[in-house]
């Protein structure tokens, strides 16, 4: 990504440096001699913050050396619906498959999976779908993992 | 117990049907990841750690070792046939080995780039099996300043070496010492960073994270845009090289074997580093440097069996002295504490099973893998035809079938699908994942040696630079980073990676 977005990676760093930096004050630093449980992440906050600030620095000093370039770049073409359909589609998983059980909600994903990453027909999905459930089912299980059940009892 | 007593020891624990079975089913998972691109040996154990819980110790860390030195095999026959690295070890692979399919000549490509890989491996294997003992007494005189050191010097190199911006490098690896302060302290009993959530007061684990960074943020980066995998129609033929390929690989296959060995062992090493340094030294003393590039065998023969050598290699120090040198064994030896099995000095005397047993695995995954590799390469071939749609559903539903099996817990998913989005953003980013996942998984180690250095000193700083071995590592670990800011280095590195 160009480096005119390098500021917005900056930005979350430095909130993510501040956090730790805070939350390890609260937990108690201690000293060099008896060092406390927050000295580490301190110590790791204070680091991510110099970077960060660098990392921003530098990102805006070439966003001014070369605005002209910048105006020209457009964010590259990415399918980004399909990709927060999938990220959707796992936490309802997560959400969902204690409810309803691992065989329902995992044929359920898998065939909408499928779909998402372009198998055209339904029952080469569906198919696809079943195979692969069972089949994860009976190995796991072999191996002494077990699934939740959900209200559907399977 | 005497040399050929252990190692005679280890092969009646491979030879266990069992224990053998799941030496088959490593190499053969570690070619097919290495075969298809999208998914690495990391990603791989990752989602297969869960798997092994109900397996004896022994046979989980064969099956898994398996994956890893199984993947570097597989890795060439994409860079050979497709022109696209089925893993990063074998990136060098596709200059020459494309080129040599191009002129008809898949066969030899493949057929040098086994037999190179089967000797490397070997090799290391050998030399593994005899330094691992010295080496681990010496370590057992190691104190927390020198494992401080040693570790901080491991997390330079992994930053050393990225392909994109030391700075961003860094910033990574910070924020891997943050993930692995989460949870509770062990000297203070005091939770961290848990936002009052029973999930996370044992930490984040190893096995969400790895999935999210490897396994769902590779799909995700897929997602966008799967790339079209155009095999080259070749007649794949005679896979044995003839007397002058051989004659020609000689040289570049036992330098490859030592350079892979060596660069192995080094903290922050591993295949792929091992692979271009091969591949250049070749170019270097070639008296035809020119042909390089346009199907020189040299150019298959070194790289490929120096990522061999060097996958054994790697694992010197994860056995010897309890230090993953790479990402790869980092998840490794998450799967050994899982196990609760500590890698390290002690390893031999305390689980002599394992590591006698998990060498001598070795042995026979690479008899295993010569024999997958060069009369199933049809097979191999056949599977790289398999497209993305059909393997994407699959790797997520694999992920999430391991993550949930780890602790049977829902949140551990949202956890995977939390880091494999900001794995996704990161890499939108240029932020290269192997400096977190490695300093999250040395954090913990890293802060206990801190901190027990710190109170053995009453606390002195100065600890750290007076103890001599300790001292080194520190020395070597800043003129490295110093170096990586000299435009010299930046230019090599661009090339390089060009």
Redesign the interface.
Known sequence: MEKKYDILAAIFWIFVSIFAIAGSYKLKLGNFENPGPGLMPFLSGIGLLSVSIFIAGRSFSKIQKRSDIVKKVAPSKVNFIKIVVVLGLLVAYALLVEKLGFLFSTLLLLFSLFKIAGVRKVWYALAASVLAVILSYLVFTYLGIRFPTGIFDI | MDWFASILFGFQITFQPANALYCFIGVFIGTLIGVLPGIGPGGTIAILL??T???SPVQAIILLAGIYYGAMYGGSTTSILVNIPGEAASIVTCLDGYQMARNGRAGPALGISALGSFIGGTFSIIILMFLVYPLANVALKFGPPEYFSLMCLGLTIIIYLVKGSV??A??MA??G??LS?VGI?L??G?P??TFGSPVLLDGIGIVPLAMGFFG?SE??TN???PTERIIFKTKVGNLLPNREDWKRSTGPIIRGSLIGFLLGVLPGGGGVIASFVSYSTEKRLSKHPEKFGKGAIEGVAGPETANNAGAGGAFVPLFALGIPPNVVLAILWGAFMIHGVAPGPTLIRDHPEIFWGTIASMYLGNVMLLVLNLPLIGVWVKILKVP???L???I???C??GV??LN?N??E??IM?IF??MG?I?R????EEAPLILAFIL?SM??TA??QS??IS????SIFLVRPLSCVFLMIAALLFISSGFSHYRRVKAKVIQ
């Open positions: 869960p798997v819980f109900g397996i700075v961003k860094v910033a910070f924020f010492l943050i302060t302290d000297v203070s005091i961290r960073f769902i799909v995700l997602i966008e845009g993305y749609r059909i994407m559903p699959l997520l539903i694999f999430i079938i949930y099996s049977n829902i949140w998913i949202i699908v494999g989005t996704y990161l939108k980013f240029d932020y954090g890293l802060e801190f901190r710190l109170v009453k606390g002195h700083l």
